[in-house]
């Protein structure tokens, strides 16, 4: 893998692992939900500034509460582990109520691998960014999905969270 782009990265790597996602930055969105969150984003970002989590009421993001997920960073020695910090209830229905839980605890192989890659390029590029996906866990491989993936940061400046908002389409 070449580049220091941590969006190419990712990309070259799910295509060697054979991963059914790509990622970008250009957040052109089939759904008008997931821009309308970017927007939000971006009013509550500031140049050099990520929004908190606390900048976003409930009611900000009431339209996309059932299709939104929220984690935390929680650096353990070297390593980070991502927790399930919320798990919006349509999210819950289709991936598993995983609200509390690690990543690492709720989330088996392959699947563990490719969703902790998703959130740590949202964390290296501090960006807001796209992603495309064939959804897949466990025996559910019968969607396709789009995504925005949200760094949050409590400081402004050190991302301690990330923040998606999920558009599934039925796939035939």
């Not at 582990?81 to 990543?103: K, S």
């Not at 590029?125 to 995504?147: D, G, M, V, W």
Request: hydrophobic share 40%.
């Amino acid at each position: 893998m070449t580049g220091s782009d941590p969006v190419r990265r990712l990309n070259e790597k799910a295509m060697l692992r054979g991963w059914t996602f790509t990622c970008d930055r250009a957040l052109h969105f089939d759904a008008p939900k997931l821009a309308e969150i970017r927007t939000l984003w971006e009013s509550r970002s500031a140049p050099g500034k990520i929004p908190a989590r606390a900048e976003f009421s409930a009611r900000d993001l009431l339209r996309v509460l059932p299709f939104l997920m929220i984690v935390e960073l929680v650096h353990a020695g070297d390593r980070v582990r991502f927790r399930y910090r919320y798990v919006g209830t349509q999210m819950a229905t289709t991936i598993g109520e995983m609200t509390g839980q690690f990543l690492d605890e709720a989330l088996p192989e392959p699947s563990l691998e490719r969703t902790t890659a998703c959130y740590l390029v949202t964390v290296e590029a501090r960006a807001p960014l796209r992603f495309l996906t064939h959804f897949s866990l466990n025996a559910i491989i019968y969607r396709s999905a789009e995504f925005l993936s949200l760094p949050l940061a409590t400081d402004g400046t050190t991302v301690d969270m990330v923040m998606t908002v999920t558009h599934f389409r039925t796939t035939p």
